[in-house]
């Protein structure tokens, strides 16, 4: 079987999934052939974490999903070191970014320093906390959803953001 039957197949059963949103189908199988980051724009209730998280499943892929709200810290997203009393050592807890897909929902509800939390793992593919460098799986992909029409609470996305995106 070739990669555009395995891709074709994928799509189609995506779409058995989630009705009515070829277009976006068609856009994730694009991104995840080139092997990009997605942003998936649209109104409430348009499926967009629904096709994300069908789509993890299809690829039996390690699936994470965070929920960016103001509150939301980049410790949240990347994790943090944390003492044990017991050994007098410090152990990484690792945030949501250690996965292969990583759904981060609702991306400009959280402010502007939290956001750049992803960057180094966008486009290094790796993250680092208290100097040391740690990698990410080999399959890597962010893919963020915003909704369009609510503007009041939100933070645009710095433009070296949006450049990790296709």
Do not use: C
Not at 80 to 108: H, Y
């Amino acid at each position: 079987m070739n990669d555009n039957t395995t891709f074709t197949q994928l799509a189609k059963a995506l779409s058995q999934i989630v009705v009515g949103q070829p277009t976006i189908i068609q856009q994730l199988m694009v991104a995840f052939l080139a092997g990009g980051h997605v942003i998936l724009e649209g109104v409430p209730g348009t499926g967009k974490t629904l096709t994300v998280k069908a789509l993890a499943q299809l690829v039996q892929a390690d699936f994470r999903r965070i929920q960016l709200t103001p509150d939301v810290l980049p410790s949240d997203i990347l994790g943090t070191n944390i003492f044990d009393f017991n050994t007098r050592n410090f152990t990484l807890k690792p945030g949501p970014v250690f996965t292969e897909i990583l759904l981060a929902d609702e991306i400009n509800r959280t402010p502007p320093k939290t956001q750049a939390a992803l960057l180094e793992a966008m486009e290094e593919q790796q993250v680092t906390l208290d100097g040391e460098s740690m990698r990410l799986p080999d399959l890597f992909w962010v893919i963020a959803t915003q909704n369009s029409l609510e503007f009041e609470g939100t933070y645009p996305l710095p433009e070296a953001q949006l450049d990790r995106f296709l």
